[in-house]
């Protein structure tokens, strides 16, 4: 306990006296782990963009007039035993189609005329089919119904006309995952070398004592410790200033966020997520201070 007490004062009072490397040390981590956390709010709200869209593309099986709905019953069951990523598969008869169209376009004139010269049912029995999968997967649908075993039931498949559509949502996806890894790549290494340098900064301004220390025969973590605790410091000063600075952004930009964004509420967002920023705070903010006073007392402290 009294080794402790000594490391602790050792490692407050190289923080004070060292208080601008100590203060640049915080500010840096404090706006990388700002960064870090800002980059899993984007991924989340990103998230919700990309689910929103894909709920929204389908591919559609429209069948010949004269299938059997107990047919088309049938190919729906295949379709969801086909993989448990398909999300949902919608059937649709002609007539609900037919009363679809007429409910959403009930106010043009020409529309209705257009159909009242037709005459009869001009829509086809179809499968709106919708999945969490890839474009492999629907390609696959499409392949199955257009070309399969189902092919003498089918009409046509929608698919190749929405292939672009649905490949640059997965593009985008795949993309933003992989900018949000670089990104924060990036930020760990520039935390790592800031600290890195400011506690080789805060050593080679202790020499004096470290010389002392080893004259009396301290041990070498006692040596280490204090350098490696004011990581530490670094890394919960960094932690607290930026969980407030998180708290008071989210509470700013809720409603302005919810503006741009109906349905996705930054707040709730939050707070379903509190633990999770915790932990990718104090991972970034201690752990890297913890790290790097690591690294840098292994480098340039050979005790």
């Known amino acids: 306990m009294v080794n402790f007490k000594r490391i602790l004062h050792?490692?407050?009072?190289?923080?004070?006296?060292?208080r601008g490397a100590?203060?640049?040390?915080?500010?840096?981590l404090t706006i990388i782990t700002l960064l870090i956390t800002g980059l899993f709010f984007v991924r989340g709200a990103s998230s919700f963009l990309i689910e929103t869209v894909?709920?929204?593309?389908?591919?559609?099986?429209?069948?010949?007039?004269?299938?059997?709905?107990?047919?088309?019953l049938h190919v729906k069951s295949e379709i969801i035993?086909?993989?448990?990523?398909?999300?949902?598969?919608?059937?649709?008869?002609?007539?609900?189609?037919?009363?679809?169209?007429?409910?959403?376009?009930k106010d043009s004139t020409v529309l209705s005329n257009a159909l009242y010269q037709v005459g009869d049912n001009p829509f086809l029995p179809a499968l709106n089919i919708t999945t969490d999968g890839n474009t492999q997967l629907y390609e696959q649908i499409a392949d199955t119904l257009g070309q399969?075993?189902?092919?003498?039931?089918?009409?046509?498949?929608?698919?190749?006309?929405?292939?672009?559509?649905?490949?640059?949502?997965?593009?985008?996806?795949?993309?933003?995952?992989?900018?949000?890894?670089?990104?924060?790549?990036?930020?760990?290494?520039?935390a790592i070398l800031v600290v890195f340098n400011t506690i080789k900064l805060v050593v080679d301004s202790s020499k004096e004592e470290i010389n002392t220390m080893r004259i009396v025969g301290a041990s070498s973590w006692f040596v280490k410790l204090p350098f490696i605790i004011q990581g530490a410091i670094f890394g919960s000063v960094?932690?607290?200033?930026?969980?407030?600075?998180?708290?008071?952004?989210?509470?700013?930009?809720?409603?302005?966020?919810?503006?741009?964004?109906?349905?996705?509420?930054?707040?709730?967002?939050?707070?379903?997520?509190?633990?999770?920023?915790?932990?990718?705070?104090?991972?970034?903010?201690?752990?890297?201070?913890?790290?790097?006073?690591?690294?840098?007392?292994?480098?340039?402290?050979?005790?």
């Open 10 to 18: 050792f490692a407050l009072t190289d923080f004070y006296r060292n």
């Open 22 to 28: 100590s203060v640049a040390a915080i500010f840096v």
């Open 54 to 72: 894909q709920n929204k593309i389908d591919i559609t099986a429209y069948f010949k007039e004269d299938v059997d709905e107990s047919d088309i």
């Open 81 to 105: 035993k086909m993989s448990s990523a398909v999300r949902n598969v919608e059937y649709v008869s002609a007539e609900d189609a037919l009363a679809d169209f007429t409910e959403k376009h």
């Open 148 to 190: 399969g075993a189902f092919s003498d039931l089918v009409e046509k498949v929608d698919y190749y006309q929405k292939k672009d559509t649905i490949e640059k949502v997965f593009s985008i996806t795949s993309s933003i995952n992989r900018f949000g890894i670089v990104v924060g790549i990036i930020l760990v290494l520039i």
């Open 238 to 303: 960094a932690f607290v200033i930026c969980f407030a600075i998180t708290l008071l952004l989210v509470w700013f930009l809720s409603v302005s966020v919810g503006a741009v964004m109906p349905g996705f509420s930054l707040f709730k967002y939050f707070i379903s997520h509190i633990l999770i920023v915790i932990l990718i705070q104090l991972v970034f903010g201690v752990g890297l201070g913890v790290l790097s006073s690591l690294i840098a007392v292994n480098k340039y402290l050979k005790v």
